[in-house]
Nanobody, 123 residues
Framework: VQLQASGGGLVQAGGSLRLSCAGS????????MGWFRQAPGKEREFVAA????????SYADSVKGRFTISRDNAKNTVYLQMNSLKPEDTDVYYC?????????????????WGQGTQVTVSS
């Protein structure tokens, strides 16, 4: 499966962005999906994950209550709605697909990765 992330950009603190991750090659409904972020020189960090049906979600503590992961399997797309953005949310955001069962938070648990989209939050 190929993943294409989009929707990043520059936003002021307190603002919102919605990231999209479009799948091609295979239907994303076959996969658990996740969003991660990474700053230069740092490890890739878990942000959110969602089960195949969308019924189970998981969030990093740093984004809980501000970010929402969702999916539209008919559109073969996963979303990350980001509200109340903070400067520390500035990173490159990646979507990823996992073939196995269960929601997982480790980057090594995911099999396919998109190319990343830059999110910059100004203070």
């Amino acid at each position: 499966v190929q993943l294409q992330a989009s929707g990043g950009g520059l936003v002021q603190a307190g603002g919102s962005l919605r990231l999209s991750c479009a799948g091609s090659g295979r239907t994303l409904s076959s996969y658990f999906m996740g969003w991660f972020r990474q700053a230069p020189g740092k490890e890739r960090e878990f942000v959110a994950a969602i089960s195949r049906s969308g019924g189970i979600t998981s969030y990093a503590d740093s984004v809980k209550g501000r970010f929402t992961i969702s999916r539209d399997n008919a559109k073969n797309t996963v979303y990350l709605q980001m509200n109340s953005l903070k400067p520390e949310d500035t990173d490159v955001y990646y979507c990823a697909a996992r073939s196995g069962n269960y929601v997982r938070t480790g980057p090594g648990e995911y099999d396919y990765w998109g190319q990343g989209t830059q999110v910059t939050v100004s203070s």
